[in-house]
């Protein structure tokens, strides 16, 4: 359920992306084209950006997308040091988390202040927001993942 | 404590952090914060953590990233890969090792499609180890080719590699991209030459195959027709001038996507696969970005960079004597870290070293790239050599080092030609119209 969540969060980030795709080549035939640039293209990639890379970041996790560096994987899989990765786990869930809650408190200064894109005047911080909100389903993500390392080996493991 | 203690004791807290498997960008944003903290302050630190994700995902020429990854994957969608090797094929097939050195031409031209030298290796390895095993190929050369191959991803561009290069380093990606172009021609030219030595002195390594007919070679090089289109209009329009990078990389993308509808690859599935790979891909790399700008002003606070910088100016080395000690340096963190953490680590304290020495930044990076891309097949992490390993799981991992050996040396003598002639990489960038 959370995974099936998880994984359409990122195609929304996909559809997104699809989009940003069109305005780039919108902006380019219009450029040479009909020699008007689409003024406000700049800042819709900047705000497209900020979901592509957001929404998909949870998914990413889940699927073991991040890069880590696996050397000692046959010592740190031992069972006897499943605590250890459910502590590492857990550090980065408590980071995301704290992201998460600094996020929010940036994204409402943003509003207080009225933050808007220059051309367009579209406001930022539901764009802010996404990033509070994602980094906390990240954190989520991390929390199941410190869960799992706890377990006894050979559980189903979740893939795309 | 003074700033350096706290640096050095950040590094090896971050060291200790990336073994235990921790996620490169978390441990860089969870070290850099604390580090950040204690030598600034809490409250900045944490302003740091609330405001660095968002302002760093939200940067237009990062855009490049997704838009080329999204070419690769709609490239492999369209066929576009495979079709190369059936072109090269067709032409070099019925020489003495012809298939492997028709593998090596097609991950050059999927390099150019692809900014990663995991997804070409695998996705060549795919189409090129079953033929090869098929004619009877030694698994040593069918294996090395593939692996080594593959990095020519990260070389020839795009990049994302260089695209983080470039961001951490504040340079011109398109300059970057042009100045990886020669180099990964250079190295192209070389792996085959290895084949070809390999092949010479160990002729049962790669058999003749039955020669196709022109009629044949020309219907395969058409076929691979729409790859040439795209190389002219990515690269030949950044660097005439006619795109700017994220232009290129939208215009790669919609002409890719346009293939694979015209040759009715597209569905539903594969397109949805398209995109989840490709944000899952973005979303990997710009974790890896924040964490490091959120660990590098700690870095900077700690003064390392600065203090190291002076220290090796004061000792007057030879520029080549620092190169030499850079290279092994970077060999040596190959062989226990991936590229990209490798990247991200050290470009911050290396890139002030060689900017007092007064060494091209442009030059500079492409020169790291390939040293990383040895890395990237050494022992024991190469990781181009995992992937390979899992598509012919019968050769043992030693022999697959072995057949990579000799390409090994390919880019040893790659390095040196860079470093005797920078041109090979600078005279692209230097000579674009902006």
Redesign the interface.
């Known amino acids: 359920m959370f995974d099936h969540f998880l994984?359409a969060l990122?195609?929304g980030?996909?559809?997104v992306?699809?989009g940003?795709?069109g305005l780039?080549?919108f902006?380019?035939v219009m450029r040479y084209a009909l020699r008007l640039p689409f003024l406000g293209a700049?800042?819709m990639?900047?705000?497209?950006?900020?979901l592509?890379?957001?929404?998909?970041?949870p998914?990413?996790?889940a699927?073991g997308?991040?890069?880590?560096?696996?050397?000692?994987?046959s010592i740190?899989d031992r069972p006897g040091l499943r605590w250890?990765?459910a502590l590492?786990h857990l550090?980065?869930a408590a980071?995301?988390l704290?992201?998460a809650?600094?996020?929010?408190?940036?994204a409402m200064g943003s509003v207080a202040r009225g933050e808007a894109t220059n051309m367009l005047g579209i406001a930022k911080y539901p764009?802010?927001l996404v990033?509070a909100t994602c980094?906390a389903i990240f954190a989520l993500v991390l929390l199941g993942q410190a869960w799992k390392a706890l377990q006894p080996p050979k559980q189903p493991e979740f893939r795309? | 404590m003074s700033p350096t203690a706290v640096g050095v004791i950040g590094m090896v807290a971050l060291l200790a952090l990336l073994f235990l498997r921790m996620p490169i960008g978390i441990a860089m944003a969870l070290v850099g914060a604390i580090g950040f903290a204690t030598l600034n302050s809490v409250d900045a630190a944490l302003h740091m953590l609330g405001s660095y994700p968002y302002s760093y995902g939200a940067v237009q020429a990062l855009s490049v990233i997704p838009l080329f990854v999204l070419m690769g994957n709609f490239a492999m969608v369209s066929g576009m890969s495979s079709d190369l090797f059936a072109a090269a094929y067709a032409w070099m097939g019925h020489r003495r090792g012809g298939l492997a050195s028709a593998t090596v031409l097609a991950c050059a031209g999927f390099a150019a499609l692809s900014g990663s030298s995991v997804a070409s290796a695998i996705t060549m390895g795919r189409v090129t180890l079953p033929e090869m095993r098929r004619y009877h190929y030694d698994p040593r050369l069918a294996t090395g080719v593939v692996a080594a191959g593959g990095t020519l991803g990260i070389l020839i561009p795009p990049s994302t590699v260089l695209v983080i290069y470039g961001i951490l380093t504040e340079q011109s990606i398109g300059k970057l991209f042009l100045a990886g172009f020669l180099p990964g021609l250079l190295l192209t030219a070389l792996f085959i030459l290895t084949v070809v030595i390999v092949c010479a002195v160990r002729p049962e390594f790669g058999p003749p195959r039955e020669r196709a007919s022109m009629r044949e070679r020309w219907a395969a090089l058409r076929n691979a027709g729409a790859f040439f289109v795209v190389l002219v209009a990515t690269i030949g329009g950044m660097y005439a001038g006619v795109f700017t990078v994220t232009e290129a990389s939208a215009v790669g993308a919609g002409l890719t996507l346009a293939h694979a509808v015209w040759r009715r690859r597209l569905t539903w599935a594969s397109l949805t696969d398209a995109l989840l790979q490709t944000v899952r891909t973005t979303a990997m790399v710009f974790l890896i970005l924040i964490g490091a700008h959120i660990f590098s002003p700690f870095l900077a606070l700690s003064r390392i960079p600065v203090d190291l910088a002076n220290a090796l100016t004061a000792l007057a080395l030879p520029t080549l004597a620092v190169l030499v000690i850079i290279l092994v340096f970077y060999i040596i963190l190959g062989m226990f870290l991936e590229g990209f953490a490798i990247l991200v680590l050290t470009v911050p304290i290396v890139f002030p070293i060689m900017l007092a020495m007064g060494l091209d930044p442009i030059w500079f990076g492409i020169f790291m790239v390939i040293v990383l891309e040895m890395g990237l097949i050494s022992p024991p992490v190469g990781i181009n050599v995992f992937v390979v390993k899992g598509i012919a799981e019968d050769v043992p991992m030693y022999r697959i080092f072995t057949g990579i050996l000799p390409f090994w040396v390919a880019m040893m003598v790659c390095v040196a030609l860079l470093v005797a002639f920078p041109q090979i990489a600078l005279v692209l960038p230097n000579t674009m119209i902006r």
């Open positions: 994984r990122a195609l980030a996909g559809i992306l699809l940003l795709l780039v080549l902006d380019v700049y800042e990639t900047e705000l497209a950006m900020v592509i890379v957001f929404l998909a970041l998914y990413c996790a699927t997308g991040h890069v880590a560096v696996d050397v000692l994987s740190l250890l990765n590492i550090a980065g980071l995301m704290i992201i809650w600094q996020a929010t408190r940036y764009f802010e990033t980094a795309r």
